[in-house]
């Protein structure tokens, strides 16, 4: 397989572009060249904002998947979609657990991919996407607007993979840190009166799942999250156990809760991925060496 992977600098990007490039793809990365790209892979810098700076970098190549890890926005997703017209038979694009955020519910279900229809979403590009407080305040709502975009308009067949709250590897949002930080220094973990579960993904799994739909045919949404969602308590459990120090829970103001601490549910149904083909691990079998790799750090 010849892949483009947008983005790709850090955290399960570079994963992914090493389980490509080591399963035999011919890997090709696009980005503002922040971090040098592993070794193995084509390296193009262009800013996939910019539409002629993407074309001209790319040139006359063409691919037969494209992995978009940095789309944030239909306004990103519009250029990507007129750009890779008649470059690309297949599309890829990693969005979020997020774009379920107004939808679950206190003891509420697992949510199944149809909660959230891209072919049937709607999208405005005279939004301030361009502006980065307010981007960052609509990032779910954001990722939902992309996949509308690409699945409407798109030449080219779209898979968009839902990614659950990535652990371990180079992790750079410290959320994990957060907890075995504080529970190892008997400091108070701030979460809701009553946590509801969120579901978690391996960081190595991930970028497997990434690189396995980059050389599937579906298309569509599919939610990809390890079994066994967790709410906050029970991460905290869990990081007692590991650690030996016992975690001190409080309640408080919405501006002291700590990450991954929901009042609602955020669990995901994985019912279609098993049907594909990919069986996720559950989340016992990996979360003691990632709180492991955590504390070490």
Not at 233 to 261: H, N, Y
């Amino acid at each position: 397989m010849d892949v483009c992977v947008i983005g790709g600098s850090r955290h399960f990007g570079r994963r992914l572009i090493g389980e490509l490039r080591d399963a035999g793809a011919v890997v090709t990365v696009v980005n503002r060249g922040s971090t040098p790209a592993p070794e193995g892979v084509t390296h193009l810098l262009a800013d996939r904002d910019d539409e002629a700076a993407l074309r001209t970098v790319l040139g006359g190549r063409r691919f037969d998947a494209v992995v978009d890890q940095v789309c944030y926005s239909p306004l990103q997703a519009a250029v990507a979609a007129r750009v890779f017209a008649g470059r690309t038979r297949r599309y890829v694009l990693t969005s979020t657990v997020e774009v379920y955020a107004e939808l679950g519910r206190p003891g509420g279900p697992a949510v199944p991919e149809e909660a959230v229809d891209p072919s049937a979403g709607s999208f405005d590009l005279e939004l301030p996407w361009a502006d980065g407080p307010f981007l960052e305040d609509h990032y779910g709502e954001g990722k939902r607007q992309a996949e509308a975009l690409l699945t409407r308009e798109a030449s080219f067949d779209v898979a968009v993979v839902r990614t659950a709250h990535v652990l371990g590897g180079a992790d750079f949002t410290g959320r994990l840190a957060h907890y075995v930080e504080r529970i190892e220094r008997g400091l108070p973990v701030v979460v809701h009166p009553v946590p509801q579960p969120a579901s978690f993904v391996h960081e190595p799994e991930i970028a497997r799942f990434l690189a396995w739909t980059a050389a599937a045919d579906f298309t569509g949404p599919v939610n990809a999250a390890s079994h066994e969602a967790l709410e906050a308590r029970q991460l905290c459990a869990a990081i007692g156990g590991v650690t030996g120090a016992e975690p001190k829970l409080t309640t408080g103001p919405d501006e002291l809760l700590s990450p991954f601490s929901f009042d609602r549910c955020y669990a995901m149904d994985t019912g279609r991925a098993s049907r594909l083909g990919f069986g996720f691990s559950p989340v016992a079998d990996w979360l003691p060496r990632v709180i492991k790799e955590a504390r070490d750090r």
